[in-house]
């Protein structure tokens, strides 16, 4: 037979055990993240898109390059940048990478770039002539460089801001950079569909930004379920509110 005192022991050990763990389950919030998910549409006066003629470079460029300033498909928008702002979302952390942007037959692709603050950004050129890069930014240091073919550069890109870029050669060729406060972020597609995944629970501030069409925002609150928000435009957005 086991002695009573061995018994008692192994009671005790028993009771300490269980009481740690259900002292967890009591004390620990259930930890569960949100997805927010939603559309950006325009249903404002829609003309035909511009092209712009390519002149004595449509041996490399091709005859014209299609303006990819609105891009709709069914009143859906492609390139709005989504992101998190507000008190809460000052705790969201950065997860920086490295993201590319690509001179290609005279244009830039993609067109609308969108990154994490911290990241790198690597310019390339596909081309095989020359083109001068330019970026208009105040939170970050400007870049203005002659790309030569075959040549690339790369910057990190430390503060959130909207970064408009050109080529001083090719006066067609325009993109932005969208640098982020954090990674909780997100780029419509042609279907104008936008999804931020595993946000923390809490109130925030949903911010909208496209060339065209200007900013947006609007207060949201994210739970344990999806959180659906849509966005329509109605109008252009003056010259100045995207540039």
């Known amino acids: 037979m086991i002695p009573q005192m061995i018994l008692n022991l192994y009671n005790i050990k028993m009771f300490k055990n269980t009481f740690a763990i259900l002292s967890l389950l009591l004390v620990t919030p259930t930890v569960y993240a949100g997805t927010i998910k939603g559309e950006v549409s325009y249903t404002g006066k829609i003309t035909p898109p511009a092209t712009h ?3 004595n470079f449509q041996k490399v460029c091709g005859p014209e390059i299609p303006d990819e300033s609105l891009i709709l498909s069914n009143q859906k928008v492609k390139n709005v940048v989504v992101w998190l702002e507000g008190k809460q979302a000052k705790k969201l952390k950065s997860k920086p990478g490295t993201f590319s942007i690509d001179q290609k037959r005279c244009a830039y692709y993609p067109h609308v770039l969108a990154m994490p603050q911290g990241s790198e950004l690597k310019i390339l050129t596909s081309d095989p002539i020359n083109h001068n890069i330019h970026t208009y930014s105040f939170e970050n240091d400007p870049i203005n460089i002659m790309f030569l073919p075959n040549q690339d550069y790369a910057q990190e890109m430390e503060e959130p801001e909207v970064i408009k870029v050109s080529c001083d050669l090719h006066s067609w060729m325009e ?9 909780y972020y997100s780029i419509t597609e042609s279907s104008g569909a936008f999804e931020i995944k595993d946000v923390p629970p809490g109130k925030y501030t949903l911010k909208l930004w496209h060339e065209s069409l200007g900013e947006e925002s609007r207060k949201i609150e994210v739970g344990e379920n999806d959180t659906q928000v849509n966005f329509t435009f109605s109008e ?4 100045e509110s995207h540039n």
């Open 236 to 239: 252009l957005a003056t010259q």
């Open 175 to 183: 993109a932005y950079i969208v640098v982020t406060p954090h990674s």
């Open 53 to 55: 003629k390519t002149g």
